[in-house]
Nanobody
Framework: VQLQASGGGLVQAGGSLRLSCAAS????????VAWFRQAPGKEREFVAA????????NYADSLEGRFTISRDNAKNTVYLQMNSLKPEDTAVYYC????????????????????WGQGTLVTVSS
């Protein structure tokens, strides 16, 4: 299984980016998928999750509605649309898949995900 994250880069505050996570040997429509991020000197944190059924999405409260997770089953790819970016959004963003346990109580727990991508760096300048 491979998750290939891409789309990161340098953007000014207030700008937008769309991250992609292309999966191979894993069908994104059959797994809960999520995005996490890790800022320099900080622990990894949950960003967004999309349940395998497609019925539920959850986001970190701190995002204030600026990010949107989605998936394209035909392309076997998960996306993270990030709008109104702030310098504090600067981090390496990781996609993850294969949640163990119920979505409602585990979606934000990184250690419950089996598969991880390599990360893509997002830098937001002020």
């Amino acid at each position: 299984v491979q998750l290939q994250a891409s789309g990161g880069g340098l953007v000014q505050a207030g700008g937008s980016l769309r991250l992609s996570c292309a999966a191979s040997r894993l069908t994104v429509g059959s797994y809960t998928v999520a995005w996490f991020r890790q800022a320099p000197g900080k622990e990894r944190e949950f960003v967004a999750a999309f349940s395998w059924s497609g019925s539920y999405t959850n986001y970190a409260d701190s995002l204030e509605g600026r990010f949107t997770i989605s998936r394209d089953n035909a392309k076997n790819t998960v996306y993270l649309q990030m709008n109104s970016l702030k310098p504090e959004d600067t981090a390496v963003y990781y996609c993850a898949a294969g949640l163990s346990g119920a979505f409602s109580s585990n979606y934000y727990r990184g250690y419950q995900y089996r598969y991880w991508g390599q990360g893509t760096l997002v830098t937001v300048s002020s």
